[in-house]
């Protein structure tokens, strides 16, 4: 079963749509029991690390994570998703994540460019992933996020994307994996990453 995991937050019915239509059936789900017998997780988020970071706690799902990331379960973060399994998040004060990744989650410099970053971009692959398989290297996916992911662990960094500079948004440790992206508003690229994860075995 690949359970997406309900904690009042994140526009859940889109990504179990995007499943759907990959032909992948997907459960939204707050139990905790149904959340440990999923075969893969999906910890999707939007707004604010904070926010999103404490609400899970309060729900203790937070430790179905973790539990699953222990297990060897497929885990995939997806937005501020992805952001929570960093160390920490900088976004209204400094917010313990969940420490499946190394590194921790900081506002864009002020530049001449928009923030937040609102629309298509591209994202180039730094390793071969089952992630992103079938995907070509340099597709377009869709973003809306203020804050990114810095992290100097090399080996974790999966894809990059450019927006005043080169910083991660694909990054995956073992059977833990995120996107800084929303596949399920991709179009093509997106829908083959949910089909490339729900076929991502157990490690």
């Known amino acids: 079963m690949l359970a997406i995991i309900d904690y009042g937050v994140g ?43 404490d609400e899970l706690r309060r729900r203790k799902l937070d430790t179905v994570v973790l539990d699953a990331a222990k297990a060897g379960t497929p885990v995939l973060g997806i937005c501020v998703g992805f952001q929570m399994l960093f160390d920490e998040g900088h976004e209204f004060g400094v917010h313990r994540g969940l420490g499946l990744l190394p590194g921790r989650i900081v506002k864009f410099p002020e530049s001449k460019l928009p923030v937040p ?4 971009n591209q994202v180039q692959q730094t390793q071969t992933h089952p992630l992103l398989r079938d995907i070509p290297d340099g597709a377009f996916f869709y973003f ?7 992290t100097t662990v090399a080996e974790n960094i999966v894809g990059t994307t450019e927006y005043g500079f080169d910083y991660p948004t694909v990054c995956a440790r073992a059977n833990v994996m995120g996107v800084q992206f929303h596949p399920e508003k ?13 076929e991502i075995s157990s490690q």
């Not at 991709?186 to 729900?198: C, T």
């Open 117 to 120: 970053q609102t629309g298509w």
């Open 144 to 150: 809306v996020h203020s804050y990114h992911a810095d």
């Open 186 to 198: 991709s179009q093509s690229a997106g829908l083959q990453l949910l089909r490339n994860f729900s």
């Open 11 to 53: 526009n859940l019915r889109n990504i179990e749509r995007a499943f759907a239509h990959v032909g992948v059936e997907a459960t939204i789900t707050s139990d905790p029991e149904a959340l440990h017998r999923a075969t893969r997780l999906v910890l999707p988020g939007v707004g604010a690390f904070g926010a999103a970071v």
